[in-house]
């Protein structure tokens, strides 16, 4: 949540920050159910409806066609008739790869119908909620985008290049000894009785890039304003879809998207990802700098798992929600976290949220959703979604088993997180300023699972003057990653919990990029689990009050004080780069051989090479049990299985001289790219 950016979404205001002025009252969003409430959202989307069928109905939504606005069940059909319906698709698009792990989690029976606008809403809930099948009835809301926000403070690359250096770098970049929040060796240039900067504040780089600066094979989803793809410190290190073209009419990998080379833009339906809307802030592709950036290329700044001499960094994929003054439905929104799983993704950066609970109306802010389970009832579909993720993600024979999904806490100066943050399965990211106490500005909760560096520049300005026309230098409170300006690629500072959010998910990039070179597998809570072991206790240091001046000149809340006491216990631990990639070695468990699904006829291979430590150098061989039913064939490093006929058969795979595995391959033919019969 960037503290100069407000979003809301459906209930209340979902924020990517603080605001200066109060923020836009968001309409409530209501679940409809057999018993539920019949209230319509106010900025409800006029003749649209978001159902969820029972499982009972699937044999039925096998049979509907995707240009019919029938399902060939009387009642339904009747009851959609009477709405004057004329259009129906499913809320996620058919993958053909992942179609089986939709159906299992349930989330293929989320379907979108749209009708004559002139029809109530209410009357439509009501017509629709008589029938047998339909277990969930939801308005679809769109995205509210507030005008009122202030710009970064932008900074070229040739100020950059032009600026003195304060600490020794690993790498050329010019950015990277002002981007405190990787590497703080306490200095700062405007030192105040109140404020400084404290050595090792930071989530502790120096030792990571030892050990480790990045893998390619690990993917990161972004789910916010576009990522520049195009932008010179980040290019390199782009997710590519490589069977796409962009603005290409055919969907040629078949997960239910067109061109989506780098991503894809959810907000218009396009794999166009945009970023040349005089709206549009840079946010999406700052948080991207921060996690990936490319290392070592003389260019611009660096990213915590952006690898070295130009190559090796972790992927960044754009799954943009926000487009200028546009933005995602609930619906596009769910779409996009789908598509992060089903594309190759084990992390999604969320820097958005409803406001918390406690958020203070007095300061301009909504409240949001209280519990998990009024989250839950508010916005069904959304926790499908991270569900599906989280539980789909990864790969159970890769590196990690299972997604992680990172949010940021929000920015209301409230004792609560926000939602989807605050959701169990989630980690929730509080933000820290450069001397180890919380951001003014941020949230704080017992669910906080992390802090990280998010600049405090309420901490260290000066009451009556605003960050935006501070001297480039006095930004340190601030966080330095790639921007744009006018569409074209530059720098620049922004604060908030949008900023630590990807400090942490840089961190867990970095952890898991270790894990591909140890051939270490993990399951994804295991994973954020040795993250919490390792990081770094924040108590410690929540001593006395700290002086902050609110918005800088708000009358009568100038000079604010903080009893950092209230903190403790509910900012979590500060991640620490250096001290997870140490322990992953003497964690988690082997990578093993994966079982094998194949149709007769086919081929499927496997680079063994990638699931044993030193793999490269070893000797492997093959024997299969029944060679009726398949082949196996190596060739160097690769293992190759040959579909013979139905059946099943086991192959014993020898590893170097000592070791051997076995796994079962399964020949059988598939169900319309449905799934096994």
């Known amino acids: 949540m960037n503290k100069n950016i407000i979003y809301g979404v459906v209930l209340a205001i979902c924020t990517l920050a603080c605001s200066e002025t109060p923020l836009q009252e968001g309409p409530n969003n209501i679940v409809f159910d057999k018993v539920g409430a019949t209230y319509v959202p106010s900025n409800a989307i006029e003749g649209e409806l978001l159902i969820k069928f029972l499982p009972c109905m699937q044999g039925t939504l096998d049979k509907w066609s995707n240009n019919s606005v029938t399902f060939g069940k009387k009642e339904l059909d009747e009851a959609l008739s009477s709405l004057k319906t004329y259009s129906i698709e499913r809320t996620f698009p058919i993958n053909k790869k992942t179609e089986d792990k939709a159906r299992k989690a349930g989330i293929n029976l989320w379907y979108t119908i749209k009708f004559d606008n002139n029809i109530d809403l209410s009357k439509a809930i009501e017509t629709l909620s008589n029938i047998n099948g339909i277990e969930k009835i939801q308005c679809n809301s769109p995205i509210l985008v507030d005008r009122n926000r202030k710009k970064p ?20 970049d010019p950015g990277l000894k002002y981007q ?6 306490g200095e700062y240039p405007f030192e105040k009785e109140w404020a400084s900067a404290e050595i090792g504040s930071d989530v502790n780089c120096a030792e990571a890039w030892e050990i480790c600066t990045g893998d390619p094979s690990i993917i990161v989803a972004v789910l916010d304003e576009a990522v520049m793809w195009s932008h010179p410190d980040l290019a390199a290190n782009m997710w590519t879809n490589p069977d796409e073209v962009i603005g290409s009419d055919i969907d040629a990998d078949g997960n239910g998207y067109k061109g989506d080379r780098h991503g894809y833009n959810f907000v218009k339906n396009s794999s166009v990802i945009s970023w040349n809307s005089q709206f549009d802030t840079g946010h999406g592709t700052h948080i991207a700098g921060t996690i990936a950036a490319v290392n070592g290329n003389g260019e611009g700044v660096c990213g915590i798992a952006g690898g070295s001499n130009g190559q090796g960094g972790v992927k960044i994929m754009s799954c943009q929600i926000i487009d200028g003054e546009y933005s995602v439905s609930l619906a596009q929104e769910a779409a996009a976290i789908k598509y992060a799983a089903d594309n190759g993704a084990v992390i999604i950066q969320c820097s958005w949220g409803y406001n918390s609970v406690n958020a203070n109306p007095l300061l301009g802010f909504v409240p949001g959703p209280g519990s998990e389970d009024e989250w839950a009832n508010m916005y069904p579909i959304e926790k499908e979604a991270i569900d599906y993720f989280i539980n789909n993600a990864g790969d159970p024979n890769g590196v990690i088993e299972g997604g992680i999904a990172i949010y940021a806490c929000g920015n209301e100066y409230s004792e609560s997180s926000a939602f989807p943050a605050k ?8 933000a820290l300023a450069a001397d180890f106490t919380p951001a003014s500005y941020s949230n704080y909760d017992e669910g906080v699972t992390f802090s990280a560096p998010g600049g ?12 935006d026309i501070y001297d480039m230098d006095n930004c340190m409170g601030a966080i330095l990653s790639t921007l744009i300006e006018n569409g074209q690629p530059t720098y620049g500072y922004y604060e908030g919990t949008s900023m630590s959010c990807p400090h942490v998910t840089g961190v867990a990039a970095l952890g898991l990029s270790y894990a591909v070179k140890m051939r270490r597998h993990f399951k994804a809570e295991e994973f954020v689990q040795l993250m919490q072991e390792t990081a770094k206790d924040l108590d410690g240091y929540f001593v006395g009050q700290k002086q902050f001046n609110y918005n800088h000149s708000t009358p009568g809340l100038a000079v604010t004080m903080m009893d950092l006491s209230l903190y403790r216990g509910k900012m979590g631990k500060l991640v620490d780069a250096g001290a997870l990639l140490k322990a992953i070695a003497n964690s988690g468990s082997d990578m093993k051989i994966p079982n094998i699904y194949i149709a007769p006829d086919n081929q499927k291979s496997i680079d063994l090479a990638k699931i044993f430590l030193n793999g490269e150098s070893l000797t492997y061989s093959c024997t299969v049990e029944n060679s009726d039913i398949a082949t ?3 060739s ?6 040959t579909g013979v006929k139905s059946g099943i058969t086991t192959a014993t795979i ?6 051997e595995q076995t796994i079962t391959i399964t020949v059988r033919e598939k169900s319309n790219n449905n799934g096994w019969l």
């Not at 403070?153 to 050329?172: D, M, P, T, Y």
């Not at 405190?180 to 060796?185: A, E, K, L, P, R």
Request: charged fraction near 20%; charge should be positive; aromatic fraction near 10%.
């Open 456 to 467: 405090d520049t309420e901490y260290y300005g000066t009451v009556n003057e605003n960050e």
């Open 654 to 659: 020898k590893i170097g001289d000592s070791k």
């Open 180 to 185: 405190w929040g990787y590497i703080n060796s």
């Open 636 to 641: 160097g490093t690769k293992l190759t299985v």
């Open 632 to 634: 196996g064939v190596v």
């Open 153 to 172: 403070v932008i900074i070229g690359n040739e100020q950059l290049n032009a600026r003195v250096s304060r600490a020794a770098a690993k790498f050329n």
């Open 423 to 430: 959701y169990s399965k989630c980690v929730s990211v509080g």
